[in-house]
């Protein structure tokens, strides 16, 4: 009701009706009471640190003017860096968060808003409530579950790639299984243009996922397949009946199913033998 009211207020240019509920808002949790006195942009409330990694930190936060809650990741991209190079790296950054931030599709983040601010690169998108892929395969599902969702992730994958954007980085952590039991890719931020060799400081993927290619070659230009091995990967870990033995299976001379065969071809050596 607070949030809703705050809203309104603003909506309707109401400021001190918005600044007691702004007030009432920040009270109905701890961590918005924890994180009241930091603010971005003057709209946007810290309320928790989510993660941190070595490209940045992601915290959730409080929309003050939807009241919505979104997720924040800023990338600081000045290390290593200075002058030119670094407005650079900077301008670059942001293009690539814009060309994500115009594809819709239920299983990619909505991306709302990408600035710079100081060293950073500041991204706002949904915030999803859930697990990750990983916690999620923990548990008992049935394949036909897991399945449809690695369906939908393939689906997903699939419209990043057709706008000519590669996510580099697609592993469990990266996926989100929301409330509803659909999967969400997040982590958008360290996206680059197909055929783009990126930068020197933007991370290349999550071993075991990188693409062998990639990893005997970080300065790779960005492909399609490099997300595509990253995906196999996934798969073959988390239907370990069909995917973690596969290559013994292979090896052993049993004929393969048609998710073996695909695995493995998702899975080869050769990129050009990979299916996007």
Known sequence: EARAALVIALRENHP????RARSAALLCGQHFAAGAEET???????CEVLGRGGNGTVRRVYDLETGAERA?????????????????????????LESARAVRDPGLVAIHDAFVEGSSI????????????RQFGEGAHDRRVLLGIFARIAE???????AKIVHRDIKPENIMIDENGRPVIIDLGLSAYVGDNGDIVAPRGT???VAPEVAANPGL??????DVFAFGTMLKELLPREGAGIMRRLSSGVRPNRLQRLVANLTSANPSARRS
């Not at 924040?72 to 690539?96: N, P």
């Not at 500041?122 to 892929?133: E, N, P």
């Open 16 to 19: 001190r009706i918005a600044e």
């Open 40 to 46: 971005v942009r003057e709209r946007y409330v810290f």
């Open 72 to 96: 924040i990741k800023t990338i600081d991209f000045s290390a290593g860096l200075a002058g030119d190079a670094y407005k650079q790296v900077l301008r670059d950054a942001k293009a690539e």
């Open 122 to 133: 500041v991204v706002v998108q949904d915030f999803v409530r859930g697990v990750t892929l």
């Open 156 to 162: 997903a994958l699939n419209a990043l790639h057709e």
């Open 207 to 209: 071993p075991p996922y």
């Open 221 to 226: 230009k960005a492909e399609a397949n490099q």
